[in-house]
């Protein structure tokens, strides 16, 4: 008689606790997420030195403050596609206000893409004047994107790659009695064959002297005089 009123009252606490219990009791998990930086690779298609890097620019590229565009596609019919905003944190975790929370369910997202910079500067003209480190920043779009067996929910950040998308030039000052010499601005034309030409200023402020310039993706330059370029 004792042992069974004790699991009556343990079965009726039990129940209690269940159904008292706030709702919070295994709440929904936020998505966030840690960037990484693809770095940036010379025409041979292998990664440049460290000695090619801006300063900080590819480990440290996304600031605090910086904002991408995310965009999710759910296996939840009735949220299938979703469109987020995501601002980088000073700890280096992107957070949304408001961002995607995952479902207390069997829903997970089936794919994610991540870009920078967000639409609104990718619909505006080019920044064709690079010479500042965030107009520079700016021209180098990215994307990240993660669909390998779906994301579940998860209170760990995320990890996304950034691959570049653009087409970057760099250029050196060579020559006999060229040695420490730096490229402190840098301006030129481009002609095209269907637009009219346009000049670029190029990011000088490298540790190795050299200037660079971003421009928009299958961009390349050719000669027909034979020059050497």
Same mark, same amino acid.
């Given at each position: 008689?004792?042992?069974?009123?004790?699991?009556?009252?343990?079965?009726?606490?039990?129940?209690?606790?269940?159904?008292?219990?706030?709702?919070?009791?295994?709440?929904?998990?936020?998505?966030?997420?840690?960037?990484?930086?693809?770095?940036? /690779?010379?025409?041979?298609?292998?990664?440049? @030195?460290? *000695?090619?890097?801006?300063? #900080?620019?590819v480990s440290d590229f996304f600031q605090p403050g910086f904002g991408v565009d995310i965009n999710i596609t759910s296996s939840n019919p009735?949220?299938?596609? /979703?469109h987020f905003v995501y601002t980088?944190? @000073?700890? *280096?975790?992107?957070?949304? #206000?408001?961002?995607?929370?995952?479902?207390?369910?069997?829903?997970?997202?089936?794919?994610?893409?991540a870009q920078w910079p967000q639409s609104g500067i990718r619909t505006q003209d080019f920044?064709?004047?690079?010479?500042?480190?965030?107009?520079?920043r700016l021209a180098d779009w990215m994307t990240a994107s993660s669909s390998a067996k779906g994301i579940v929910a998860t209170d760990k950040p995320v990890p996304l790659t950034f691959v570049r998308e653009n087409a970057l030039l760099e250029f050196a000052i060579a020559g006999q009695n060229t040695e420490g010499s730096d490229?402190?601005?840098?301006?030129?034309?481009?002609?095209?064959?269907?637009?009219?030409?346009?000049?670029?200023?190029?990011y000088c402020d490298l540790d190795n002297g050299h200037a660079r310039l971003i421009l928009p993706a299958g961009t390349r330059i050719s000669s027909t005089n034979e020059y050497m370029i």
């Open positions: 008689f004792i042992i069974k009123t004790c699991g009556v009252l343990y079965v009726a606490m039990v129940s209690w606790a269940c159904s008292k219990e706030p709702d919070n009791r295994q709440e929904e998990h936020e998505l966030t997420f840690a960037p990484y930086v693809m770095p940036m /690779e010379d025409a041979s298609g292998q990664a440049a @030195s460290a *000695g090619t890097a801006t300063r #900080a620019i009735a949220t299938a596609r /979703e980088n944190g @000073s700890d *280096g975790i992107f957070r949304g #206000a408001p961002g995607y929370h995952f479902k207390l369910d069997d829903n997970y997202i089936m794919t994610l893409t920044a064709a004047d690079q010479r500042t480190l965030e107009n520079y490229i402190s601005q840098l301006l030129i034309e481009l002609h095209s064959a269907t637009g009219s030409p346009k000049a670029y200023w190029a």
